[in-house]
């Protein structure tokens, strides 16, 4: 065989490869970079899980569909980190104007024995009625917790009822089909987080 019919048979696929390579480059856009976070490379699966809103219904995997869902865990007895949050996150609704609509806002209390419902909803509602409240038993919690990826600790204090809880401060991105795609983290600024919220719901529409 002639070398030259050597070289072509080598050159031919490889320019092949590499052409198909360039056009998946080209025609496939590059994942949105976040200014507040990371995007995870593939969107990890949610399994079923049964929470309790802060109305006293259920909340469960079919809650997340068919809306991007901010997720952040704390309790109504934080006294820093979680009220700040929740009004950084309210300022970022107000940013994001009518697209605002189509994120949840859900509180994920991590302290089910004080954070009944009723308590929930006043504390979630001050901030903005459209916000949600969940929690759940701490063994459906520590269940979810490694799907969603956070984690929490109950932290002793002078008396029972005066304990506190070390929590994940970091936001949860959820997509419509309710999987994982994301992770805000702190320090969290509105304007950051309406523009990359902005991008993420563009890409994702």
């Known amino acids: ?21 360039a056009a998946h480059l080209w025609l496939e856009p590059p994942a949105p970079r976040l200014q507040s976070g990371t995007l995870l490379p593939q969107p990890r699966a949610i399994a079923d899980f049964s929470l309790i809103g802060e109305d006293g219904k259920p909340f469960t995997k079919s809650d997340l569909r068919g809306h991007w869902s901010v997720v952040f865990t704390g309790y109504t007895h934080c006294p820093d980190v ?22 949840q806002v859900v509180f994920l209390s991590v302290d089910p024995e004080r954070d009944r419902p009723e308590a929930l909803e006043r504390y979630v509602h001050y901030f903005d009625p459209r916000f949600r409240g969940v929690t759940a ?41 309710a999987q994982v795609v994301g992770y805000f983290t702190p320090p969290l600024k509105a304007d950051a987080l ?9 890409a994702g529409s």
């Open 1 to 21: 065989m002639k070398s030259s019919t050597i070289w072509a048979l080598v050159l031919v696929p490889v320019a092949a490869l590499l052409g198909a390579l």
């Open 82 to 103: 979680c009220p700040t949050t929740l009004a950084t996150l309210k300022s970022t609704a107000a940013k994001l104007g009518a697209r605002a609509d189509r994120v």
């Open 137 to 177: 038993p701490n063994a459906e919690l520590d269940r979810l917790a490694p799907q969603l990826g956070f984690v929490y600790l109950k932290v002793p204090g002078a008396n029972p009822d005066a304990y506190t809880m070390d929590h994940s401060a970091a936001l949860i991105l959820i997509n419509p089909d």
């Open 194 to 202: 309406a523009q990359d919220l902005s991008m993420v719901i563009g």
